[in-house]
C-alpha cells in the first residue's frame, strides 16, 4: 500500500517556531470555570496541540460574557498555571471591532493588540493574525503597524486570517518580514482554499495553512446540510480505517500537501484526548478524491 498522505509531522511557523499538525482552538473556551479550562487546555497541550489559538472577538458567542472573555479566561489559566506557557506556541488575533466590524487601522490594531496581551497577562505573543481584513486601511499603513508591534517585542510572528491571495500578495509587499500563516475554513464540506489559489500560495511562499472549522462546524459529524454522497464516502473509509467520521474528516485537512494545522475546538475532553487519533489515518489519491468529488457533487474532469 502507497504511504499515507495524513502529514504527520511538525509545521513551521517562521524560522523558530514549530507547531503539531493540530492545533487547540479557543473559541467555545468561555462559559466554564478556570479550572474547567485549565483541565482542557492541558489536555491539549498532553495530546500534542502545542499551538493554542485564541481571538480578542472571542466570547460574543457559546455563552461567553462578550467581548475579550476567552482571552480573559485563558489569562488566567496561564495566570495560575505559568510554566503552561513555555509549553504553547500562543496565538491570537484582532481587526474586528463590532459593531464596525473591521478596525485594522493604526490606532485601532495597536489598542486592539495591547489590549489582548493584558487579558492574557503575557507581554508578548509567538503569533498574531489580522482576523479579517480592514478593506479602509492601505495595506502599507497596516504593515507599518505590525512592524513597530514587532520590533517592540510585542508580537513575534504575523499571520493573516480569512484573507483573498491577493489581500495576502498586497500586505507582503510592504513588510520586510513573512507572513508565516494563513487561517482559512477549510473542511471536507468546505474546499474552497483548494480552488482559490489560498493553499497555492501558502505553498509558493512556505506559509503554514491553519484550517478553522475543519468538522464544518460540527455539521460533518450531524451530517446537517451534507451532501448524502459526501457521509457516505466519509462513513466508508472511516469504517475501513476504524475510526469515526470526525476523526476521517482531521485526517483529510492534514493530507493536502501544503501541510495544513487543523484547528480544533472542542471542548469535550475525550474529543481533545482522542484527536491525535487522526494522525494514524491512511489515505491514498484514491480516498481524498473519492471525498472531493463527493463534496462537490460532480466527477472531476
Known amino acids: 500500500m502507497s504511504e499515507s ?32 479550562a485549565r483541565e482542557r487546555v ?57 459593531p464596525v466590524p473591521y478596525d485594522s487601522s493604526d490606532a485601532g490594531l ?32 497596516l504593515a507599518g503597524t505590525l512592524d513597530r508591534l514587532r520590533r517592540e517585542g510585542k508580537i513575534r510572528e504575523v499571520g493573516v486570517s480569512n484573507h483573498t491571495p491577493a489581500q495576502v500578495d498586497a500586505l507582503r509587499a510592504h513588510l520586510p518580514f513573512a507572513i508565516v500563516s494563513n487561517q482559512p475554513e477549510f473542511s471536507a464540506a468546505h474546499l474552497a482554499p483548494m480552488r482559490d489559489g489560498t493553499f497555492d500560495q501558502c505553498m509558493q511562499h512556505a506559509t503554514t495553512p491553519l484550517a478553522w ?22 462513513d466508508r473509509i ?13 485526517a483529510f485537512v492534514l493530507a493536502h500537501p501544503s501541510a495544513p494545522v487543523a484547528v480544533l475546538g472542542s471542548m469535550n475532553l475525550a474529543r481533545i484526548q482522542g484527536a491525535p487519533d487522526a494522525l494514524d489515518v491512511r489515505l491514498d489519491r484514491e ?6 468529488q463527493a463534496s462537490e457533487g460532480v466527477p472531476l474532469p
Open 110 to 141: 495597536r489598542a486592539a493588540c495591547e489590549a489582548s496581551l493584558e487579558r492574557l497577562g503575557v507581554e508578548r505573543v509567538d503569533l498574531y493574525q489580522i482576523h479579517r481584513p480592514d478593506l479602509y486601511v492601505h495595506p502599507a499603513e
Open 5 to 36: 498522505l495524513v502529514r504527520r509531522g511538525d509545521r513551521a511557523l517562521g524560522p523558530d517556531l514549530e507547531v503539531g499538525p493540530l492545533a487547540f482552538g479557543c473559541w467555545r473556551l468561555v462559559d466554564m470555570t478556570a479550572a474547567e
Open 213 to 234: 472549522s475543519p468538522l464544518a462546524g460540527g455539521r460533518l459529524v450531524s451530517g446537517e446540510g451534507i451532501p448524502p454522497a459526501l457521509v457516505s464516502t466519509l
Open 238 to 250: 472511516a469504517k475501513r480505517e476504524g475510526v469515526s467520521r470526525a476523526t476521517l474528516c482531521v
Open 287 to 292: 480516498d481524498v478524491y473519492a471525498i472531493v
Open 42 to 98: 492541558e489536555a491539549a497541550l498532553d495530546a500534542g496541540m502545542n499551538l493554542v489559538d485564541t481571538a480578542d472577538v472571542y466570547g460574543l458567542d457559546w455563552g461567553g460574557s462578550g467581548f475579550g472573555a476567552a482571552e480573559e479566561l485563558l489569562g488566567r489559566v496561564l495566570a495560575e498555571a505559568p510554566a503552561l506557557r513555555d509549553r504553547m506556541v500562543l496565538a491570537t488575533k484582532g481587526g474586528i471591532r463590532p
